[in-house]
């Protein structure tokens, strides 16, 4: 699912939806109810990540809950997500300054630590993030 915006950040929150989605499912043992009932504040660790961006539609939140749910709904593998979340940072390179993305890198981490806590799989999927980020030169 791939919808494009005439509001770049309202495209960047949706890719960050994919990248909350693949770092959740990267545990594919989590159960689903756990999921549900975490999700909200899940996506909460995003909040405050925008103090240096000039988001124009302050709904660009809810766009990470709605393509979490889609992604959710079809049970869509977290590689799947890792990698639209991996094409939205080639196809846009301009986009992602180097602030921007140790904030990315950071708040990923946090999401992780906070699903998965302290463990190799956690640095693994901040590792991942870290090469993803790295490839894409402004």
Request: charged share 20%.
């Amino acid at each position: 699912m791939t919808v494009y915006s005439s509001n770049p950040w309202i495209d960047f929150y949706r890719n960050i939806g994919y990248l909350t989605y693949a770092i959740v499912r990267t545990d594919p043992d989590m159960p689903v109810q756990k999921i549900k009932v975490i999700k909200r504040d899940l996506i909460k660790v995003w909040h405050g990540m925008d103090n240096n961006m000039e988001i124009v539609d302050p709904d660009a939140y809810s766009q990470i809950e709605f393509i979490f749910n889609w992604l959710f709904s079809y049970q869509l593998s977290a590689r799947y997500a890792f990698d639209a979340f991996s094409d939205y940072v080639q196809k846009h390179p301009g986009l992602l300054t180097e602030g921007l993305k140790q904030q990315i890198i950071q708040h990923a981490e946090a999401l992780a630590v906070k699903v998965h806590g302290h463990s190799p799989l956690t640095e693994q999927i901040v590792s991942d993030l870290a090469t993803a980020l790295e490839d894409n030169k402004v």
